[in-house]
């Protein structure tokens, strides 16, 4: 079974896409900066490439948001663009997102302990323009050859979670634009369980020589992208009230040539 049809992912990524900073960290210490991930991946994005992303969206733009999840982040780009599409593999993810999309908020449980947990309601961003998103469900290696180009494709923690990365790679240059921009945002946690370990973009030693994501990225990108922009980026996912995942994302901008 794809671990994002659970009911507990599911109910962990409403609360890490739409949870206040309260409701995600209750103490007064920890890593606040972590916090509001899904935005954050687009903005930071936004002040990198000045100009290209105007507020109230230009008409006829569109954007890719792919391994959307439940669509904080195709919701934070609907104040940029005039169309935004979200893809993700979980049918639940699509379904949620969708739900939120048409009714604007959506109940959901945050787990405190053991079997206790607590009610919350996601609510969609008053910032967001819902009437310019759609979401579906599909595979980020198996996309339609009829799907695109964007202005804009956006895809956060995504690649490290695919059984082909490179196939994505393969595909980017007719998924983007001339002059259109990509974000790549990946924590690089290359596993087994999700990714066959020849099929890796990093994190492997080959022919005596380490390589690691970032420099597998250059390789692969350059000849139809040039790197405008990269970072460091922490997010932080609650799973109880006293367990959390701390990690660091590194965040690419990238520019089609």
């Known amino acids: 079974m794809n671990p994002y049809e659970s009911e507990k992912l599911l109910h962990e990524y409403l609360l890490f896409h739409y949870g206040g900073p309260e409701e995600i960290l209750e103490f007064d210490f920890g890593p606040v900066s972590a916090l509001h ?9 936004a002040s990198r490439l000045p100009g290209f992303f105007q507020e109230g969206g230009e008409p006829e733009t569109q ?6 999840a439940v669509g904080r982040s195709s919701f934070e780009l609907s104040r940029y663009f005039a169309q935004v599409l979200g893809i993700d593999f979980s049918q639940a993810f699509v379904k ?19 079997e206790i947990t607590s009610p919350l309601v996601a609510r969609l961003p008053e910032t967001a323009h819902p009437e310019r998103v759609r979401f579906q469900q599909g595979d ?25 990365p490179q196939a994505l790679l393969d595909r980017l240059p007719t998924l ?21 370990k020849d099929r890796w973009l990093g994190g492997r030693v080959v022919e005596g020589q ?13 000849p139809h992208f040039r ?7 922490p997010f932080l996912i609650r799973e109880t009230r006293r367990k959390f995942q701390w990690t660091v994302s590194q965040l690419s901008v990238w520019q089609r040539v």
Request: charged letters at 25%; a negative charge; proline letters at 6%.
């Open 140 to 164: 980020a290696c198996k996309l339609p050859d009829d799907l695109g180009p964007f202005d804009l494709v956006h895809g956060a923690n995504l690649l490290c979670r695919l059984p082909e």
């Open 37 to 45: 991930f899904a935005v954050r991946t687009v903005s930071e994005s």
């Open 210 to 222: 380490a390589r690691t994501t970032l420099e597998s990225l250059l390789r692969l990108l350059s």
């Open 96 to 114: 949620a997102a969708e739900a939120l999309r048409t009714r604007r908020e959506l109940p959901y449980q945050k787990l405190e302990e053991g």
């Open 227 to 233: 790197l405008r922009h990269y970072q460091d980026l």
């Open 176 to 196: 983007v634009k001339k002059g259109g921009a990509l974000i790549l945002a990946t924590p690089a946690t290359w596993l087994e369980d999700y990714t066959p």
């Open 63 to 68: 954007a890719l948001d792919l391994g959307c």
